[in-house]
């Protein structure tokens, strides 16, 4: 395609800063629109920067953005050409971090507690220095940690020792872990849908069938879940009953029996992703862990320092029975050998801050999650959505449209979202949004306000401007 021919395809405010980017975000939508369409070979960056009238620094530096995000494809000699990104590889992959000042509403991550800076000079000061005289390498995890995740497990109504706990580098790698060993190529793994993006991720890696059971904000349909186990002769299910991400529903117990014994008939391991369990923001009806149901072992439960305290901690943990973890332990000497030394301590100490930590975050969270509802139900009263009890998202359901095209549109008008598609095995749920509630409640306003406008077709650019409330988060 020749320069004159792109340029007057390209719409960009000449006013727009920096230009580079607005011109990248225009060639992008372009791209996915099919005006461009992919393999098509772009002109050189000297001349589409005569043809637009700029210098060839800002095409060269448009190009790059592009290619980052994934949207051209070059090779030295060839030129280059337009493309459609990879998710898993690039940086337009919605589980990394932007880094370009949008407000991240794709992203369930609440900021650390007000009781970590304390913390974090205890440990320092009075546990660090009696762990530095080792080599720093436990498998199963530092035992201090080991016997307050089994505490508290004990405390929630499932006996526990800490032999039966192995402490991970986040729960991610838990998920990953037990996929690796419990998961060959070719064998049926059932998941919901909608579920954990990053276990459908495990689970093709391993090179596993995706076998989908449908979730609604309703819940769970047990016959549905014993019929799917039963037919498809699933090796293992992976199931989030402990406020759902992303429709934060909650499992009751008469069906976490159900499905435990389901499992059992079906000789289903189960793995229980209980990541938002201690985060109920209502008065909710009392649940027990889905393992208080298992009379067998096959109930793997997965947990998380991620959401209760901070992501940044990076320790998540696997309950299990004892041999099992004993086998995680030698099965991860092949990935990261073991967890690092000063969170696990941290973590072990914010376990004696629990009902504290707890408390602040049904505040915090809590006024968060109303503030998107309120601003929703006022900007987009044609959405629709269920107030989960706790958790951090809501699962929202498009009035019209597709999700996939507004995440595009927001981007633009300064919002990163999470369209319905992320988290369907099979890339179906385009009239769905997650949104979270983990932001402070006024940069949730704003950003239901910009998605609006985005919506609407109103014009773009606000987002490029220094924004605090942007810096906030």
């Known amino acids: 395609m020749s320069a004159a021919q792109v340029a007057r395809l390209v719409s960009v405010d000449p006013e727009a800063r920096p230009y580079y980017r607005a011109l990248a975000d225009s060639v992008r939508a372009l ?3 099919g005006q461009l369409p992919v393999r098509v070979r772009m002109p050189a960056e000297r001349n589409l920067a005569e043809s637009l009238g700029v210098s060839r620094t800002t095409v060269t530096a448009a190009y790059d953005l592009l290619r980052e995000r994934g949207y051209l494809q070059s090779r030295r000699g060839s030129g280059s050409w337009t493309a459609l990104p990879d998710p898993a590889t690039t940086s337009d992959n919605p589980w990394h971090g932007t880094g370009d000042g949008l407000i991240p509403l794709h992203t369930a991550a609440p900021a650390a507690p007000s009781a970590l800076p304390a913390v974090l000079a205890e440990v320092a000061a009075e546990d660090l220095p009696r762990y530095a005289m080792g080599n720093g390498y436990d498998p199963l995890g530092l035992p201090p940690l080991r016997e307050r995740i089994a505490a508290r497990y004990t405390a929630r109504g499932v006996a526990t020792r800490p032999e039966q706990i192995v ?11 037990l996929f690796g060993l419990l998961a060959g190529p070719g064998d049926p793994v059932l998941v919901e849908s909608p579920t954990y993006p990053h276990a459908i991720d495990a689970a093709r890696r391993r090179g596993a069938r995706i076998v989908p059971v449908g979730i609604s904000h309703d819940g769970w349909q047990p016959d549905l879940v014993a019929g799917a186990l039963r037919q498809s002769g699933a090796r293992l299910a992976y199931l989030m009953p402990d406020f759902h991400n992303p429709t934060g529903a909650l499992m009751p117990d008469p069906v976490r029996a159900a499905v435990v014994e389901a499992a059992r008939r079906a000789d289903t391991v189960v793995l229980v992703d209980e990541t938002w369990a201690e985060l109920a923001l209502d008065d909710v009806p009392p649940h027990a862990p889905a ?5 067998d072992g096959r109930v793997i439960s997965i947990g998380s320092a991620g959401k209760l305290w901070w992501g940044g901690l990076r320790i998540g943990w696997i309950r299990a029975t004892a041999a099992l973890a004993r ?6 000497a092949s990935v990261d050998i073991a967890s690092p030394v000063l969170e696990q301590l941290v973590v072990a100490r914010l ?15 809590r006024a968060s999650r109303d503030a998107l509802v309120g601003a929703l139900r006022e900007h987009l009263p044609e959405w629709t959505f269920t107030v989960p009890g706790g958790g951090g998202t809501l699962w929202v359901r498009l009035g019209s449209g597709a999700a ?17 598609p992320w988290f369907g095995p099979e890339g179906t749920l385009e009239g769905y949004l997650r949104m979270p509630y983990t932001l402070p409640p ?4 704003e950003a239901v306000g910009r998605i609006r406008a985005a919506r609407d077709g109103g014009p773009a650019g606000a987002s490029r401007d220094p924004d605090p409330l942007v810096a906030v988060v």
């Not at 393992?291 to 009379?295: C, G, L, P, R, V």
């Not at 086998?327 to 991860?332: Q, S, T, V």
């Not at 006024?442 to 306003?445: A, M, P």
């Open 31 to 33: 791209v996915l629109d």
């Open 167 to 177: 402490v991970t580098t986040g729960s991610q790698l838990a998920i990953q872990l």
């Open 291 to 295: 393992a208080a149901f298992d009379t």
């Open 327 to 332: 086998r995680l332990a030698l099965f991860r």
């Open 351 to 365: 376990f004696d801050r629990l009902e504290t930590t707890r408390a602040e975050r049904r505040r915090t969270m």
């Open 404 to 420: 996939t095209p507004l995440a595009d549109a927001a981007a633009a008008h300064g919002v990163r979202l999470a369209p319905g």
């Open 442 to 445: 006024q940069v949730l306003t």
